[in-house]
């Protein structure tokens, strides 16, 4: 999908700007303009416009130009940088969610700890 194109659909159907982004269920990190060989050759859909439902007729993989990339960081990954993180739950996704992070959370702190004493092992 072209910037222009994405541009056009985000503010049909967020005419205000105001609702989050995010890539399956996953907040936006970055955004930036990288060679089109950086970490690996760019793919492109090739779409039958006309078709309104599923209309991929091709594709085309190419290390030529430039691609706008946009990475997501997860919370999973978040608190793999940081297993102090604050996180916000409303009731339904502290029900549901809470307890998987919490474990999480819990792995990451002992994988730091096992870093540590490696560590110290080998002064």
Same mark, same amino acid.
């Given at each position: 999908?072209?910037?222009?194109?994405?541009?056009?659909?985000?503010?049909?159907?967020?005419?205000? /700007?105001?609702?989050?982004?995010?890539? /399956? #269920?996953?907040?936006?990190?970055?955004?930036?303009?990288?060679?089109? =060989? %950086? &970490?690996?050759?760019?793919? +492109?859909?090739? @779409? &039958?416009?006309? #078709?309104?439902? %599923? #209309?991929? +007729?091709?594709?085309?993989?190419?290390?030529? /130009? %430039?691609?706008?990339? +946009?990475?997501?960081?997860?919370?999973?990954?978040?608190?793999?940088? *940081?297993?102090?993180?604050?996180?916000? =739950?409303?009731?339904?996704?502290?029900? =549901? =969610?809470?307890? *998987? %992070?919490?474990?999480? @959370?819990?792995?990451?702190?002992?994988?730091?700890?096992?870093?540590? *004493?490696?560590?110290?092992?080998? +002064?």
């Amino acid at each position: 999908m072209k910037t222009k194109k994405l541009i056009e659909k985000l503010q049909e159907l967020d005419p205000e /700007g105001e609702m989050d982004c995010c890539v /399956g #269920n996953t907040d936006i990190f970055t955004i930036g303009i990288e060679p089109s =060989y %950086y &970490d690996g050759c760019k793919q +492109i859909l090739i @779409r &039958d416009e006309d #078709n309104p439902y %599923y #209309n991929v +007729i091709g594709a085309k993989i190419t290390s030529k /130009g %430039y691609k706008l990339c +946009i990475d997501f960081l997860s919370v999973k990954d978040a608190l793999w940088e *940081n297993s102090e993180l604050p996180i916000e =739950y409303d009731d339904y996704t502290e029900r =549901y =969610y809470k307890e *998987n %992070y919490d474990k999480i @959370r819990e792995e990451v702190r002992e994988f730091e700890k096992e870093l540590e *004493n490696d560590r110290h092992k080998n +002064i």
